[in-house]
């Protein structure tokens, strides 16, 4: 039964290992970076990374990842939170530096190209997260308040994020972006039913919700 654990415990952190190391893997080896200068290439490939740490987030505060506490889960989903922010701000800033028009068509939802709107929203959202979470305290938000603002901004940072890696046919393999894009999704929800139905028990048995 401990080898069992142990087996289990190293499967887990293989499989999120490859589902993100491997969409980074095959994006490396395009031939289209062969035409992409550097600072678009470190632009594109830290939007990857940022997708990749969509998928972490919801595992951490579920509480999936083995080896972790609940506390020391809730700390790497705050802390990676932060870097989620700043992949996203390299990525832009990135883009922006290669082509200010396109950047600019962009963040006012005027670009012709499917994919932008997404990005966008999906970036405003993450970063007014991050805003409220490093002011959370200084706000005085109590923690059902916080989820009942977190959870619909985490919803748009995963449908936007999803939909804008989808529509853009890049340096980006197709089958294993799918592949992380189907995993950032059941991840999601798979955690926003476990904590609906965990807190629905709380209630019923009248037991208080733990602060996160």
């Known amino acids: 039964m401990k080898g069992w654990r142990s ?49 972490v987030q919801p595992l951490l505060i579920g509480g999936y990842l083995p080896g972790l506490s609940a506390y020391r889960g ?38 012709p190209t499917p994919f932008s709107p997404f990005g966008v929203t999906a970036m405003w959202a993450i970063f007014t997260v991050a805003l409220l979470a490093a002011l959370r305290r200084r706000l005085g938000l109590r923690l059902r308040t916080w989820r009942l603002i977190h959870v619909p901004l985490a919803t748009v940072i995963v449908a936007g994020s999803v939909v804008h890696c989808l529509l853009i046919e890049g340096t980006m393999e197709t089958i294993s972006k799918a592949v992380l894009c189907v995993l950032v999704l059941a991840a999601t929800v798979k955690v926003m039913i476990d904590l609906q139905v965990w807190r629905k028990r709380g209630t019923l048995r009248g037991e208080s919700i733990a602060p996160q």
């Open 74 to 111: 809730r700390r790497a989903h705050h802390w990676i939170g932060g870097a989620l922010a700043v992949g996203v701000v390299i990525h832009v800033a990135g883009l922006w530096f290669t082509s200010p028009p396109d950047m600019i068509d962009a963040l006012t939802f005027s670009s």
């Open 7 to 55: 087996a289990r415990v190293i499967l887990i952190w293989v499989a999120l290992a490859l589902a993100i190391g491997v969409p980074i893997a095959k994006a490396a080896g395009s031939e289209l970076l062969a035409w992409r200068g550097p600072v678009y290439i470190l632009a594109g490939f830290a939007g990857i990374i940022a997708l990749g740490l969509v998928l």
